[in-house]
């Protein structure tokens, strides 16, 4: 029931019809809602007066955000399912405020100035399923405001000023699965005797001013099952013994809590698949100690994520309590190296360690790990030396992400990866030079993905680096400065489904007919954007017949490029941000058989030599993408001016024809003239 006392609130500012709440550092950080959206709206000076329409498949959704409304306009439909309506001017909510609209399935109502939900608001609305109520001020909430929905599953109340669980009516939530309730000021979670929780999967108090959990609040969550709990940014100072005592989750969050040890003692007995216990940026790095993971000895847990910690003294010892671990996270823990001689882990199944200061890959004692089957170095803050045969214990291992670590190898890669036979993902992008060998994965024959971005590398020997890798499906090269005359560098993908070649050159900025894609017969996609490109040949890509998805955007490509696409049918074709003025006429059919295709930012022809694209355009507008992006460039007088929009009269005009009947009636007369003259004078001479 409502009291007094939930009527109490801190005090929002508000300036301009906008509540601003202050939102702190951490919460920016986890928080849900985006306040750089809040920012985009207040400093949008260009309004649309009409809700924007979106049909997805049978549902009816359309976005009514941010156009000062104090109510439903009357052009939206009756049908509408799927609302967005925030950012309007909405102070009370009552059973006549949607009333219309009775096939709402999802109503947003963020920051709408909400204070008042009286009784019975959502009454004639069956089916709706989720309410958003984020960012309003609210300062009462009807027993029965929220009756009416059979199947109420989500309710988000964040930042809406709430104190007390006591404040949130009760009726009608027996379906409830999600309740977001972050940001506010909530002390305790104790919530009313007669709220139905049984149902709940996601339970969300991520910064509020929680600071001690006892048996008496946990227990309205006995009958959940599977449940994920959010505590993240509340720094848990206490919990009662025996609290979570034979209570499951699905996941648990305390991120930010100062004191692990607390929280770790305090979960004794109970059973989650997913701790998470990092920190943040914004938060002063406090030394962890080896006994405080004591506690995971007395619980059940498959996943921890230590992010941003900081152990002091880890040894061997440290993971005594980690043997049931299936995963575990230590990214930016300022490891520069895993203690030799752990035991016991057997279980893990994946490992993070991004954004550490170890020097050679040896240091992280693979050893200890040996049913790996997915490993993370990423962003390692020193230079990675891989070593040789670091990892061959981790024969099972199938993912491995070695990216932004500033790597750099004369020889690689079959030494360095040695005994990874299953090996199924590699990540080296973002790393310094790299000099591979003539099959430089032999040891990986089952990779699946490969990515090389950004990531300089050159062929130490005359085969193909990739010669051995049949089953290879993804392949980025992107930004690689490859040397792309060399027709035999992809040789081997016998399976390649996915080629990024993005940002690489080819010789004198063309594809010739004889290049190094010709050996790709399985390939579906290729991304061959900003390659400074000017030309294709007709018959280069000839030998690829299953592409369905090309991007030549960002390049320097005329309009007679598209003939080399003439034997291909139902691609997606981007040539966005060209060089095409005009597309001849006897190039429409191959255009005509794509399925989508995007030719926007080209300084397109809107004169009439280039009548019959334009009438083919506006004849099948359904194919095109970026529309609005698709405009002229020539004359100077329709710069700008969609191509959608672009009249043109190519035939004569009735000036034309009129100058044109006196020309042949001048003619005429010139005609007779001569003809008498021509009868006089040889009259004349008889």
């Known amino acids: 029931m409502t009291t007094a006392n939930n009527l109490l609130h801190e005090p929002l500012c508000v300036f301009a019809g906008i509540y601003l709440v202050k939102i702190t550092r951490s919460e920016i950080a986890a928080q849900r809602i985006s306040v750089i959206l809040l920012v985009d709206q207040i400093t949008n000076s260009v309004r649309n007066l009409h809700c924007f329409s979106h049909q997805k498949e049978a549902n009816n959704t359309y976005n009514c955000e941010n156009l000062g409304l104090t109510g439903v306009p009357d052009t939206l439909p009756n049908t509408t399912e799927f609302l967005e309506f925030g950012f309007n001017f909405l102070p009370t909510l009552e059973n006549t405020t949607f009333t219309r609209l009775g096939d709402l399935i999802f109503l947003d109502l963020t920051r709408c100035q909400i204070n008042w939900v009286h009784e019975d608001t959502f009454q004639n609305h069956h089916q709706l399923n989720t309410i958003v109520l984020t960012g309003n001020p609210l300062i009462f909430m009807a027993e029965t405001s929220l009756n009416g929905p059979t199947s109420l599953q989500h309710l988000f109340l964040i930042q809406t000023g709430i104190s007390n669980l006591e404040f949130i009516p009760s009726q009608n939530l027996e379906n409830l699965e999600s309740l977001y309730l972050g940001s506010n000021h909530i002390s305790s979670i104790k919530f009313p005797e007669n709220f139905p929780t049984q149902n709940l999967k996601v339970l969300d108090f991520q910064n509020n001013a929680i600071h001690y959990l006892s048996s008496e609040d946990l227990r309205a969550l006995e009958k959940t099952t599977n449940l994920s709990l959010n505590f993240n940014g509340n720094d848990i100072k206490g919990i009662e013994a025996g609290a979570f005592h034979s209570k499951i989750f699905q996941s648990l969050n305390f991120g930010g809590t100062l004191n692990l040890s607390v929280v770790l003692k305090g979960l004794q007995n109970s059973t989650t698949q997913s701790l998470w216990l990092g920190s943040y940026e914004d938060t002063d790095d406090k030394d962890l100690t ?100 670091c990892l061959e214990k981790l024969e099972n291992l199938q993912k491995l992400d070695l990216s932004h670590s500033d790597i750099e190898a004369s020889d690689c890669c079959n030494l360095q990866l040695k005994n990874l036979s299953h090996l199924q993902y590699l990540n080296l992008s973002y790393n310094e030079p790299l000099g591979l060998q003539s099959q430089a994965f032999k040891e990986c024959p089952r990779l699946k993905g490969l990515d090389l971005a950004f990531t300089r590398w050159y062929v130490k020997g005359p085969q193909s680096p990739f010669q051995n890798l049949h089953n290879l499906q993804v392949l980025n090269l992107s930004h690689c400065l490859l040397d792309t005359s060399n027709q035999h560098l992809l040789t081997g993908l016998m399976d390649l489904r996915h080629l990024n070649l993005q940002g690489n050159h080819f010789q004198d900025g063309s594809i010739s007919k004889t290049n190094l894609l010709q050996t790709l017969r399985s390939l579906e996609i290729l991304i061959l954007s900003s390659c400074d490109l000017l030309s294709i040949d007709k018959q280069a890509f000839q030998s690829l017949g299953k592409l369905s998805h090309v991007d030549l955007s960002y390049n320097n490509l005329m309009g007679n490029s598209i003939d080399a696409l003439s034997h291909l049918q139902g691609i997606y074709l981007n040539m966005a941000t060209n060089n095409i003025h005009v597309i001849p006429s006897h190039l429409l059919p191959t255009l005509t058989q794509q399925s989508t295709i995007n030719l926007s930012h080209n300084p397109l022809d809107c004169t009439c030599s280039n009548i019959h694209f334009i009438t083919w355009y506006k004849e099948n507008l359904q194919k095109f993408e970026g529309s609005e992006d698709t405009k002229c460039a020539n004359p100077p007088s329709l710069k700008g001016v969609k191509l959608s929009d672009v009249k043109l009269s190519c035939g004569i005009t009735a000036m034309g024809i009129f100058f044109l009947v006196v020309f042949l009636f001048l003619i005429a007369i010139l005609l007779i003239f001569s003809v008498k003259f021509l009868l006089r004078w040889k009259y004349q001479h008889i």
């Not at 230590?306 to 003294?313: A, P, T, V």
């Not at 020097?359 to 020193?382: E, V």
């Open 290 to 389: 080896s006994a405080m993971f004591d506690g995971l000895c007395e619980m059940s847990v498959e996943s921890i994520n230590l992010q941003k910690q900081y152990i002091s003294d880890i040894s061997s010892a440290t993971f005594r309590c980690f043997t049931q671990l299936q995963e575990l996270d230590l990214t930016a823990n300022h490891l520069n190296e895993l203690p030799s001689g752990i035991e016991g882990m057997k279980a893990l199944k994946k490992l993070v360690l991004n954004v550490n200061i170890f020097d050679q890959l040896c240091q992280i004692s693979a050893a200890s790990f040996p049913s790996l089957l997915d490993l993370s170095i990423k962003g390692n803050k020193r230079k990675l030396d891989l070593g040789a045969r």
